[in-house]
């Protein structure tokens, strides 16, 4: 058994109860399931051994951890490694959102949830996916990029420079910073920065990033608030405050019984919230809850515009495909030699038909353009594939 700091045993067992505590602690005799999910622009017809996550029609289960690093089209952002209950975000947008919109996630990085949205927008909407930690915003860049969803821009901004900037959205999505605690079996890290002081630093701030999004947010819009811990400040108070401040109205969310996830566990708070607790539902910790601004949208979305990729000097012709040791030593950055047709200039490196990157073929050999801080680092390659995607050739 994992040791778990007493405290939040016990602030725990006064928010689940005794029986949902025992099975929340039943699982960490168990290890956190993997999953994935489908980039349906890219791999839509991919066939995926695995069973899929109930609420989410893109998302598997895996048997075991593959070695992810060394998947092509782990790169090439045929899929996503996202925990299952995070993808249930796919299915608050399917159910609420039928026509265009601008979104923003507010706090996106690594980049699971702004991929997961981007992938069920309606055609026509856009999305900004915003961190406000640079280097974390770094890597919520490279992800982004390797979806491939041009319609959806990153940027490095705290919540307040929204607000000051006068943006406004139809969808904005907080997955704000937490304490944690729905990802101690997945990341047993996580418990030695848990406290209760923590806690308390936690949901003030999140009241902080609620109000300045609240001010980017259209009469009419939804604010989707997310984290991934258990207790009640950070969760069912932070929404009874939603509530109580502004002129706002919960939403409830259709969902199958038979996906067990557990609703309000704040006394008196009868509200539509869903919370996934390891043990329980097939997935790691996650609370949600959907709030809608009451009134009518203003703006026109005629007049809104669709963002344009700025591409200079992109690659263009034929994509070079290459074998699977191959295509290992290019994302190691090494260096190509391209078949003697290939024409000068810069050229599209892909695997099995899906892109991983540029190259600049210069005759005796192809320069590798692909990003430094994006390369696998490791000298020991697996010389077979890892196959977790099955793609016709």
């Not at 956190?32 to 999910?37: E, K, T």
């Not at 980039?39 to 899929?52: F, H, L, Q, W």
């Not at 699971?112 to 915003?130: E, Q, R």
């Not at 290459?322 to 078949?339: F, H, I, K, M, Q």
Request: glycine share 6%; with cysteine; hydrophobic share 40%.
């Amino acid at each position: 058994m994992t040791n778990l700091p007493e405290d939040f045993i016990r602030e725990t067992r006064l928010v689940m109860g005794e029986e949902r505590l025992n099975r929340f602690l039943g699982a960490f005799d168990d290890e956190a399931p993997v999953s994935i999910r489908i980039n349906p622009r890219k791999a839509a017809s991919a066939r995926v051994s695995g069973e899929r996550v109930a609420w989410c029609e893109e998302g598997y289960y895996l048997e075991g951890r593959p070695q992810f690093t060394f998947d092509p089209l782990f790169h090439a952002g045929c899929y996503y490694v996202q925990e299952a209950a995070s993808m249930f975000v796919t299915h608050v947008l399917r159910q609420f959102v039928k026509d265009p919109v601008a979104m923003l996630d507010l706090c996106a990085a690594p980049g699971g949830k702004s991929t997961a949205a981007i992938s069920v927008l309606p055609a026509g909407s856009t999305l900004v996916s915003n961190e406000p930690i640079a280097n974390r915003a770094q890597i919520l860049l490279e992800n982004i990029t390797k979806w491939g969803y041009p319609e959806c821009s990153v940027t490095n901004a705290y919540p307040r420079d929204f607000r000051k900037a006068k943006a406004s959205f139809d969808v904005i999505l907080c997955d704000v910073p937490c304490s944690g605690e729905g990802m101690f079996r997945k990341d047993p890290a996580t418990i030695s920065e848990w406290s209760l002081q923590n806690v308390e630093k936690c949901w003030r701030l999140q009241r902080d990033i609620v109000a300045d999004a609240w001010e980017c947010l259209n009469p009419g819009g939804l604010l989707i608030y997310s984290t991934c811990t258990f207790n009640i400040k950070e969760n069912e108070e932070n929404i009874r405050w939603i509530l109580k401040t502004y002129d706002a109205e919960l939403m409830e969310v259709p969902t199958q019984t038979e996906w067990h996830i557990t609703g309000s566990l704040l006394e008196g708070f009868p509200m539509p919230v869903y919370r996934f607790i390891p043990g329980i539902t097939r997935g790691e910790g996650l609370f949600m809850a959907v709030v809608r601004k009451k009134g009518t949208s203003s703006h026109d979305k005629r007049k809104q515009l669709p963002l344009k990729p700025l591409m200079i000097d992109f690659p263009t012709g034929e994509p070079i495909s290459l074998s699977y040791p191959e295509a290992l030593r290019y994302l190691r950055g090494e260096a190509l030699v391209l078949p003697p047709d290939t024409p000068r200039g810069i050229v599209t490196i892909a695997y099995k038909g899906f892109a991983l990157g540029p190259a600049k073929n210069i005759g005796n050999r192809a320069n590798n353009l692909y990003p430094k801080p994006w390369r696998i680092k490791t000298t020991h390659l697996p010389s077979e594939p890892v196959g977790i995607l099955k793609i016709e050739d």
